[in-house]
């Protein structure tokens, strides 16, 4: 199985700062990389799917990047509404698979 | 719009078991692939299973094999997975999730994912 990382597993930021999450896979996934969001007591949201491609409904301060085995995400500027987890996915191999998540709170 | 709502969990003793059900609403669901994805308890996502659009082909991580099984009702418009010989660490929130991908193609992409159901294993 493909194993995701990220990095870093938390970190505090003030509202309006810029934010980016790191992901990492332990082999090539071409552009097969999704993002979703995940508060406490609800169910994840997607935001980013085929590495950069908003999800429906997702405000643009969202972004993603990368390639092969190196991607981001970046809030642009973090909102009060942004304070939550954050997990990478690939979908390149079966099984998909998860990063264990970042958490982002409020410094 | 997309509405997927799960239930059927609870509190089961080990051995047991258990069928979770998710209701959709909102999309032609027997045009999609549906998936089950699991959280335990303060940890990561794991996806489960998946299911064709037609019920025809089904596929499982490795270690639930054997023991669950994901079913589909077209007619009603709602997913299934039955969970055998639970084990403690079968403990999670279970999540369905549509596929983004309409047809024979899976993306293994969740799109939309229901609100969970919990499934405590314990004596």
């Known amino acids: 199985d493909i194993q995701m990382t990220q990095s870093p597993s938390s970190l505090s930021a003030s509202v309006g700062d810029r934010v980016t999450i790191t992901c990492r896979a332990s082999?090539?996934?071409?552009?097969?990389l999704a993002w979703f969001q995940q508060k406490p007591g609800q169910a994840p949201k997607s935001l980013i799917y085929?590495?950069?491609t908003l999800q429906s409904g997702v405000p643009s301060k969202f972004s993603g990047s990368g390639s092969g085995t190196d991607f981001t995400l970046t809030i642009s500027s973090l909102q009060s509404e942004d304070f939550a987890t954050y997990f990478c996915?690939?979908?390149?191999?079966?099984?998909?698979?998860f990063g264990p998540g970042t958490k982002v709170d409020i410094k | 719009q997309v509405q997927l709502v799960e239930s059927g969990g609870g509190v089961v003793q080990p051995g047991r078991s258990l069928r979770l059900s998710c209701a959709a609403s909102?999309?032609?669901?027997?045009?999609?692939?549906m998936h089950w994805v699991r959280q335990a308890p303060g940890k990561g996502l794991e996806w489960v299973a998946v299911?064709?659009?037609?019920?025809?082909?089904?596929y499982y991580v490795d270690s639930v094999k054997g023991r669950f099984t994901i079913s589909r009702d077209n007619s009603e418009n709602t997913l299934y997975l039955q969970i055998d010989s639970l084990r403690a660490e079968d403990t999670a929130v279970y999540y369905c999730?549509?596929?983004?991908?309409?047809?024979?193609?899976?993306?293994?992409?969740?799109?939309?994912w229901g609100q969970g159901t919990l499934v405590t294993v314990s004596s």
């Open positions: 999730a549509k596929d983004l991908h309409s047809g024979t193609y899976y993306s293994y992409y969740f799109d939309y």
């Open positions: 909102g999309f032609t669901f027997n045009s999609y692939a």
């Open positions: 299911i064709s659009y037609d019920g025809s082909n089904k």
């Open positions: 082999q090539g996934i071409r552009n097969y």
């Open positions: 085929a590495t950069s």
């Open positions: 996915q690939q979908y390149n191999s079966f099984p998909p698979t």
